[in-house]
């Protein structure tokens, strides 16, 4: 966990809590289609979009939030990468403004999606745990 020296009270901040390195990149775009990108001003846009849609159809899969400049570190951009499974469309978003607000209601967005992956891992996960 990482912390936050500029929160209230020392704790680690929701947008802190969301940065992840990932060992390699998520394409930007739809090879098969530029139709599939998308790009939001706020993650309250993306939301208001997704947030009830049905996860199974339009599955988060990877998302990457990072600071917009090293200059200005409490300015955010995330992007999110989904597959709308039933018609196999890859979708990347780019969210322009993540803001400490919104990185908790997207933390809640994303735990529903992971709830889902973890189900369709189950197989893999519980004969994993057996190997060991």
Not at 8 to 22: N, Q, T
Not at 55 to 67: G, H, K, S, Y
Request: charged share 30%; net charge negative.
């Amino acid at each position: 966990m990482s912390t936050n020296d500029s929160s209230i009270d020392g704790a680690a901040s929701a947008l802190d809590d969301l940065l992840a390195e990932h060992p390699y990149y998520c394409s930007e775009s739809n090879y098969y289609s530029n139709d599939a990108n998308a790009e939001w001003e706020t993650m309250t846009d993306f939301l208001a979009e997704f947030d009830s849609a049905d996860v199974d159809m339009n599955l988060v899969f990877r998302w990457d939030i990072r600071q917009r400049d090293k200059g200005n570190p409490d300015r955010y951009y995330a992007e999110v990468f989904m597959m709308h499974q039933r018609k196999g469309i890859f979708s990347p978003h780019h969210i322009k403004h993540i803001n400490e607000d919104e990185a908790i209601r997207f933390r809640s967005y994303l735990e529903k999606h992971w709830a889902v992956i973890r189900a369709m891992w189950a197989p893999v996960s519980a004969n994993a745990e057996v190997r060991r």
